[in-house]
């Protein structure tokens, strides 16, 4: 502070003398970028004095100096320019983009710092990699992104949740997804609606991707512990964007246009392939004498002469998405704004999803007085999600069409819709007759002030809200319930957050000190209220009071609070050795009155070599190294487990109560410890970049659901009990491959590895093998010296060519065909070995392409969907996947399926490796062409034409065939990579255009 | 003034950053009360006492899916749909970590952990206005539900007295309720099938000695526990160990209680409770059976799930005699789980709202307990047994029988009980009889005795209780 005021005082001299020597004249010229495109707003000012201008509005400015000047031109993300002024009078300037700047300052916990002082490990996702990639939701900007976070779209259903995951599995309880903050507010991630079979909501999807500015992932406990209550998991800091000071309003216009489809889906049985299958099986297996769809038809089996109709193909479409973005950005002398309107309306690929949204934005900042500053940031979104069930469900437009037997029909004679009378409903006429929707309003946002005092402190006061109304409603026609069913429900989330801190900072010559002191307050209520009914007169009368039998009428409240206290230190010598520390202390009112206050702390300590004098001239225009240990605390289970509770549950008429779980007064803390040693480079003026990290996160006090007998009356009751480790290595590197007026191409390439191991589960069940272990699913378990997501199985060998049995595994390597699940052994992992993305932009003239590759490689998957789908035995109950007509025969030895005669023949698709498959995948997940078309306009800036694709092409195993490889069917830490009957990802073309002016 | 701003800004700061507000920590559910309060009043301990009925309401527990599932072992039905689980029940390659009868398992023991807490808890409290006498039927209350809940459980999970005298091995008895902290106490080893046996015997003689015949409205008469209940239930018991004579005395004893009459026709099912039911599980709209329960299962698409169809064993033998009511009364055609027509009952008419009730123990059971016993012991309390069999045969429009044998008792039990309980598969193991008839599928391994007739002990249970032995064939 005082250096910079020793600074502008002497400039101020300099500025007297030059006034009275100086030979001036005007100068004028134009600023454009590497594109040719004029910058607005572009600082010039006259070296060495305080004079200075800025560019209008076409990139023009005029200002008066003399031929010895120096005029220095500065725009944020440009590279500084020097030009002496000499004899010309016009002095046009093409400034270059910096790669080095654009991420110059870094929001990192409740500051920021200046990226040459980040100790912490972040991944930072700045504007410039966001700007030019149209999203639906935030986790679509950060996935192939930023090294060590691993994200798994759950499905192409529109308004899905992701799986998102920093540095792997830290938590296997309820909580393994980060917590996002959007300009400092924590955002409640709880679901308020149905679960409709599988799948849940986004809670991202209230977030206008269009309006975020930067992203920061923080993934060290240096960087979380000042989160520390929540920090485990890593922390997502949103930053939304905001108007610059002294900035002529920047009008920006988009309009973009999608069109979708499935990846891929699987190949099913036609009803001539059904029919023909089905009477072999009977004359194979049984002994009919049935040879064709007709004599199956006289046997009483079911009549699939006819062609049948083609569900899977009736319950697909090609999708259409709408979206328009309008904002404007600028600022006075005094004070920012921010105004963004985004309206998006899309038509999923799936018959009947649909979601349509509306998202404002408004950020203000004010300087009341000099020291005196205020702001708010304000987000409301309006969503309509009309929904369809997902996964394990007979309503699920994408399940019930790969069931349903082909010869169903969705309409009779007359062209009305008809229940389809068997498992897998008639998913056509649903979509058509049966409402499912989900409305939601949600507030976002805060409001702060700043004060400085005493030259060196900053106070900062802010209070936020995330307040969201999100309503169901559900109807189901006659048809497919006899009298229709309605229901209606409201939940209704309130958090209110305070926080306080005291920032100080100052410098003694070479020794920079700063330090911060703050507590933060939060609140969450949420309120659910719940309606259904029966019997209605007709489907005209859609309302839950219009139904005669009430079925369901519950409301609940939940209510959790945490309260924190922390306190950061940061000292630099130089800039070149830097140590920082922080300390929190939270209270959750989730933990037992004895243990409701964990403290959690961070040391750090980097070293800037490349400010050494020794390293003057070398090629590294940065070289750091940075070490970091600490520890976050996780509080992710109920409102209430640690309390006894007996609830409500009637009987004939009167009020009842039941055990719902034992006191647990000594449940605390989830502790996880993180080490982090990086080193950060940048050589040849950072044209190639390369960071590396090593981290190893050990998560003690897990807790965890142990389960218990069930003769408790309990399932599981929540424990601390064990301990988990992760550990890998981060690589980011950047290529600048090519650098001139014209002509640029970047790479950047991230790619995290990850070891995940359990080291112990006390109290846990043991299996055959004498290990411990927790189930996460059928398949899936964290085992003791395994990974937490091992998956547990019987091994599946294949069908013997010489008996026509299907063989698998005992425990001891024995071939059987009646293994037990005692033979269950870790036959995999569904967590990858490494994965990441490489993302290249290339820009030529006016022309811009970029493309974004994400890929995972050694995990795996499990496609539980298979024991119906592919399971022979299912035939005349389902339809199937056409390999099942790859079944053995003295003919076809050879074979996927075994013999119909064989005693395996039901016992095939029992759960084994042969649901499992390797889960590697290299997918294009965005590909854009951009073209700025050059204008001439006094009113237009800026128009950029370009074309999207999304998820092109995937590279993935054989076999594969017509599954996404990116799946999973569950949030839950234990249950990660399956999928059961999971819709694929969307592939999608959009074109767009963005007008700037 | 910018001085007097500093102060202010100061003056809040020590305020918001040193003041305390960790009351706000303190946050107490407002759906739920803590075991104290639950155990403070005369209200919240009949709450208690209703919780152990609606834990009983569990599909899994009372409403239907272990008993239908029987029904799916045995020769009453055959399985269609698409729960992997139940399809292996029905072809006997049931395997032990099958999630059904995991499910079967936990909801049974849930209802004797909650039994536990009542039987437990209750006698030491001392509260105004709380009567001995209300407390002691609580607890009988409670004791009648932990014995019938116990005999149901070591019908699924062991062999039946008949293959060993009760000596093979069945549930553990588990009398504690779970505190949190005593999991130890739930980690025992199987009990023998005589030793459980003895346990609800125990349970039943407390429950007859101290429960009302009678409560004060119709519904709670048929609903809740009394003395008769408890009295049918040791019948029903003392015929599942040959005890002829005490099941005979017993059966006879509540057929001659004024509170229970044989219904004249089949209108009792469906809502209505009526002096034919002696004990029932009541469900309504708004509190049913839940999903995959008996009316979920037992009736045709698309009100319920069509997966319990009648098999054409079953047909066949309501049509050795034809006109029988309870075949033309008690039955719908409609379209099963699988899309094909069949022949479904109509004992349970609401699909839509899962609102049927669970008929446990009705009037007409005493009538074939006591007609089989005297059978079986050549005597005649209260009637012989083809009085009683003709009685049953009168009321389904079927000519009298001469004479009765134990198939003819079989028969009517067959087809009057069909669907209710899972009574066909005990009626015939216990009389060491093959689950399936000749002509279906898997007759080997439903043979009496056979290791697939009884449900494995849930993998996760051995897990977790390394006392636990599975049963053979697992």
New interface residues.
């Given amino acids: 502070m005082k250096k910079r005021l020793n600074g502008i005082l002497t400039l101020f001299l300099v500025f007297m003398v030059q006034l009275t020597f100086a030979q001036e004249r005007t100068v004028t010229g134009t600023v454009v970028d590497n594109t040719g495109l004029p910058i607005p707003g572009v600082n010039i000012i006259i070296q060495g004095s305080g004079t200075g201008t800025q560019t209008d509005f076409d990139g023009e400015y005029s200002i008066r100096a003399n031929a010895n000047n120096v005029l220095v031109f500065t725009f944020v993300g440009y590279t500084k320019q020097e030009i002496t002024v000499g004899a010309r009078s016009e002095i046009n300037v093409a400034l270059e983009i910096d790669a080095a700047t654009l991420d110059e300052v870094v929001i990192v916990g409740f500051g920021e710092r200046a990226e040459d002082k980040i100790l912490q490990s972040v991944a930072v996702v700045s504007e410039s990699d966001l700007d030019d990639i149209p999203a639906q939701s935030p986790q679509d900007l950060l996935q192939g992104q930023a090294s060590g976070v691993n994200i798994t779209n759950a499905s192409g259903v529109l308004g899905a949740r992701s799986s998102i995951r920093i540095r792997g599995v830290n938590s296997l309880t309820g909580g393994a997804q980060p917590l996002f903050v959007i300009d400092g507010v924590p955002l409640d991630d709880s679901n308020q609606n149905f679960a409709l079979g599988g799948g849940s909501l986004n809670p991202l999807s209230t977030i206008n991707p269009e309006s975020i500015a930067s992203m920061t992932v923080l993934k060290d406990a240096a960087a979380t512990a000042i989160y520390g209550s929540r920090g485990s998991n890593g922390v997502i800091l949103i930053t939304t964007k905001k108007g610059a000071k002294g900035s002529a309003p920047v009008f920006e216009v988009e309009s973009f246009l999608q069109l979708s489809e499935a990846t891929d889906l699987p190949s099913i049985l036609s009803n001539q392939q059904y029919g023909q299958f089905y009477a072999d099986v009977r004359r194979i297996r049984f002994g009919n004498d049935i040879n064709n769809a007709a004599q199956l038809r006289e046997a009483g089996f079911g009549d699939f002469t006819g062609p049948g109709f083609d569900w899977l193909g009736a319950v697909t479409r090609t999708g259409f998405n709408s979206t328009q973005n309008v904002s404007v950005r600028g600022g006075t002398e005094n004070s920012t704004y921010y105004l963004g309107l985004n309206h998006s309306d899309a038509e999923g690929f799936v018959l009947g999803n649909n979601l349509e949204t509306t998202n404002i934005r408004m950020n203000l900042t004010s300087d009341i007085f000099d020291d005196l500053r205020v702001g708010a940031n304000i987000g409301l979104n309006f969503s309509s999600n009309d929904r369809i069930g997902e996964e394990n469900n007979t309503f699920a437009p994408v399940t019930a069409a790969q069931l349903i037997r082909p010869n169903a029909q969705p309409r009779d004679e007359d062209g009305n819709f008809i229940p389809s009378g068997q498992t897998g409903q008639n998913v056509v006429g649903v979509e058509a007759l049966n409402t499912s929707l989900v409305n939601t309003t949600r507030l976002l946002g805060n409001v702060y002030g700043e004060y400085d005092f005493f030259d060196q402190f900053t106070f900062r006061s802010s209070i936020g809200l995330d307040k969201r109304y999100e309503e169901s409603i559900f109807r189901s026609s006659e048809v497919f319930t006899p009298g229709g069913s309605a229901q209606n429900a409201i939940g209704q989330v309130e958090r209110i957050n305070i926080n306080n801190t005291l920032n100080w900072n100052n410098s003694f010559g070479v020794h920079n000190f700063g330090a911060l002191v703050g507590m933060q307050y939060e609140k969450t209520n949420v309120r659910f209220l719940n309606a259904a009914s029966r019997d209605f007169l007709t489907d005209a009368l859609p309302n839950v009071g219009s139904g005669a039998e009430p079925s369901v009428t519950s409301s609940t409240t939940s209510e959790s609070a945490l309260l924190g206290y922390f306190a950061q230190a940061n000292y630099d010598f130089d800039g070149k050795y830097l140590i920082e520390g922080s300390v929190r202390r939270d209270g959750s009112s989730r933990f037992g009155a004895n243990n409701r206050f964990g403290t959690f702390y961070a040391v750090a300590g980097g070293w800037n070599i490349s400010n050494e004098a020794f390293m003057e001239g070398s090629v590294f225009n940065r070289l750091r190294l940075r070490a970091s240990y600490g520890t976050t605390g996780n509080d992710r289970i109920g409102d209430f487990t640690s309390q006894a509770t007996f609830g409500g549950a009637d009987y004939n008429g009167s009020p009842g109560l039941t055990n719902t779980g034992p006191a647990l007064p000594d449940l605390r803390w989830e502790e996880t410890a993180t080490l982090d040693i990086g080193i950060k480079t940048g050589l040849f003026n950072d044209r190639l970049r390369f960071n590396a990290t090593y981290y190893k996160k050990n998560t003690d006090n897990l807790l965890i659901n142990v389960p218990v007998p069930g003769a408790t009356g309990t399932t599981s009751i929540t424990r601390n009990a064990g301990e988990i480790e992760n550990s890998g290595f981060e690589f980011d590197l950047g290529v600048t491959a090519v650098q001139t007026n014209d002509f640029s191409w970047d790479i950047n390439l991230n790619l995290a590895t990850l070891q995940n191991e359990v080291l112990s589960l006390p109290g846990a069940g043991t299996d055959v093998q004498g290990r411990q272990f927790l189930q996460g699913t059928a398949n899936q378990r964290a085992i003791v010296g395994e990974s937490a997501n091992s998956f547990y199985q019987i091994r599946y060998v294949g069908v013997n060519p010489a008996t026509g049995d299907a063989e698998w595994l005992t425990r001891d390597g024995e071939v059987t065909t009646t293994p037990t699940p005692d033979d269950r052994v870790v036959t995999g992992d569904a967590n990858p070995e490494f994965y990441g993305g490489l993302r290249s932009m290339i820009t030529w003239k006016n022309f811009d392409l970029s493309a974004l590759f994400n890929f995972s490689y050694g995990n795996d998957i499990l496609i539980d969907g298979d024991r119906f789908i592919r399971n022979p035995n299912f035939i005349g109950a389902f339809n199937l996947s056409t390999d099942i007509l790859d079944y053995y025969t003295a003919e076809n030895t050879n074979a996927f399926v075994p013999s119909p005669a064989s005693a395996t023949w039901g016992t095939f698709q029992r759960s084994s490796t042969l649901q499992l498959y390797d889960g590697s995948y290299v997918r294009l997940k965005n590909i854009t062409l951009g073209y700025n078309v050059p204008i001439n306009s006094e009113f237009i800036n800026r128009v950029r034409i370009y074309g999207t694709a999304t998820n092109l092409f995937t590279i993935k195993g054989d076999r594969l065939d017509g599954i996404d490889p990116e799946v999973t069917n569950s949030l839950n830490p234990l249950a990660l990579g399956e999928s059961f009957f999971v819709a694929p990802q969307a592939k999608s073309y959009l074109v767009g255009v963005k007008l700037n002016f | 003034m910018?001085n007097k701003?500093?102060y202010n800004?100061l003056f809040?700061?020590a305020l918001?950053?040193f003041s305390s507000?960790?009351d706000?920590?303190?946050?107490?559910?407002?759906?739920?009360?803590?075991?104290e309060?639950?155990l403070s009043t005369p209200t919240?301990i009949?709450?208690?006492?209703?919780?152990?009925?609606?834990?009983a309401?569990a599909a899994d527990a009372f409403n239907g899916t272990p008993q239908t599932s029987a029904e799916f072992q045995a020769d009453n039905s055959i399985f269609?749909?698409?729960f992997?689980t139940l399809r292996a029940i029905r072809?006997y390659?049931t395997?032990?970590?099958n999630?059904s009868i995991?499910a079967i398992?936990?909801q049974n023991?849930?209802v004797?952990?909650?039994t536990n807490?009542v039987i437990n808890n209750l006698p030491a409290v001392e509260i105004p206005g709380f009567s001995e006498d209300l407390k002691t039927q609580y607890i009988a209350e409670a004791r009648f539900l932990r014995a019938l809940t116990m005999f149901n459980m070591s019908k699924y999970f062991g062999q039946p007295y008949q293959v060993a005298q009760g000596a093979s091995l069945s549930i553990?008895i588990?009398l504690q309720?779970?505190?949190?902290?005593n999991?130890e106490d739930?980690?025992g080893p199987r009990n023998t099938l005589n030793e459980v046996y003895a346990q609800v015997d125990d349970d039943l003689q407390f429950a007859m000695a101290n429960l009302p015949e009678t409560h004060g409205a119709n519904?709670?008469t048929r609903?809740?526990a009394t003395s008769g209940a408890a009295k049918a239930l040791k019948a029903r018991l003392e015929l599942y160990r040959d005890n002829w004579p005490a099941a005979a005395q017993l059966a006879d004893e509540v057929i001659n209680s004024s509170v229970y009459e044989l219904a004249s026709n089949y209108d009792f099912y469906g809502d209505a409770l009526t002096s034919e039911d002696i004990f029932a599980i009541?469900n309504?709209?708004?509190?049913?059976q839940g999903a995959i329960g008996y009316s979920d299962l037992t009736n045709p698409?698309?009100?319920g799930?069509?997966d319990a169809p009648f098999s054409d064993n079953l047909i066949a033998a309501y049509g050795e005699e034809p006109g029988d009511l309870r075949f033309t009364e008690l039955t719908q055609v409609g379209?099963d789980?699988?899309?094909?027509e069949s022949v479904f009952t109509s004992k349970f008419p609401e699909?839509?709202?899962n609102s049927d009730n669970a008929r446990i123990i009705r009037v007409t059971e005493m009538y074939l307990i006591r007609a089989e016993a005297n059978l079986k012991a050549s005597s005649t309390v209260g009637a012989t047994p083809l009085e009683d069999i003709n009685t049953l045969r009168s009321r389904a429009g079927l000519s009298a029988l001469t004479t009765v044998t134990i198939d003819n008792i079989l028969t009517e039990r067959r087809k009057e009980l069909a669907f209710e309980e899972g009574h066909r598969r005990m009626d015939l193991l216990r009389n060491s009889r093959d689950l399936r008839r000749p002509g279906m599928e898997n007759i080997a391994q439903s043979a009496f005795g056979g290791p697939l007739t009884i449900f494995p002990i849930?993998?996760?249970?051995l897990?977790?209780?390394?006392a636990l032995e599975q049963n053979p064939g697992?």
């Fill in positions: 910018k701003r500093i800004v809040l700061l918001v950053l507000c960790e706000e920590l303190q946050i107490l559910p407002e759906d739920n009360v803590s075991p309060v639950a919240t009949l709450g208690l006492v209703n919780g152990l009925y609606s834990q309401q269609r749909g698409s992997p072809d390659d395997q032990a970590d999630t995991n398992w936990f023991s849930d004797i952990e909650a807490f553990p588990i309720d779970f505190r949190g902290d999991v739930f980690q519904s709670e609903g809740r009541i309504s709209a708004i509190d049913g698409t698309p009100g799930r069509g379209i789980a699988e899309g094909f699909p839509a709202g849930p993998t996760r249970e897990d977790l209780n390394p697992y």
